[in-house]
């Protein structure tokens, strides 16, 4: 069974940061792209920025410049650094992979449970 869990979320002053950790732990063969995404209360689900295979990455022009995806060594984990965060910030910041489990020939997506950042004075 595959498993991502998202951590690090919290309630932060504006213009102060965090760090949003995933890990993809269970019966995987490999792992692709990995990516963040958010949504905000009465919002549809945004993608934040992603990070392939070959560690390129993209992210969306209102986060472009504060924040940084990077992935850990062993390829299962992927990091969201968030600094100078902004009010509208605040969402459910979710996981995404694209990987193959064990024993498949096929790449399957899938979703981490969320985390909550607020961005508050």
């Known amino acids: 069974q595959v498993q991502l869990v998202e951590s690090g979320g919290g309630l932060v002053q504006p213009g102060g940061s965090l760090r949003l950790t995933c890990v993809a732990s269970g019966s995987i063969s490999s792992i692709n792209r990995m990516a963040w995404y958010r949504q905000a209360p009465g919002k549809q689900r945004e993608l934040v920025a992603r990070?392939?295979?070959?560690?390129?990455?993209n992210y969306a022009d209102s986060v472009k410049g504060r924040f940084t995806i990077s992935r850990g060594n062993a390829k299962n984990t992927v990091y969201l650094q968030m600094n100078s965060l902004k009010p509208e910030d605040t969402a459910v910041y979710y996981c995404n992979a694209d990987l193959t489990p064990l024993g498949s020939v096929w790449q399957s997506n899938f979703w981490g449970q969320g985390t909550q950042v607020t961005v508050s004075s």
């Open positions: 990070i392939s295979g070959g560690d390129s990455t």
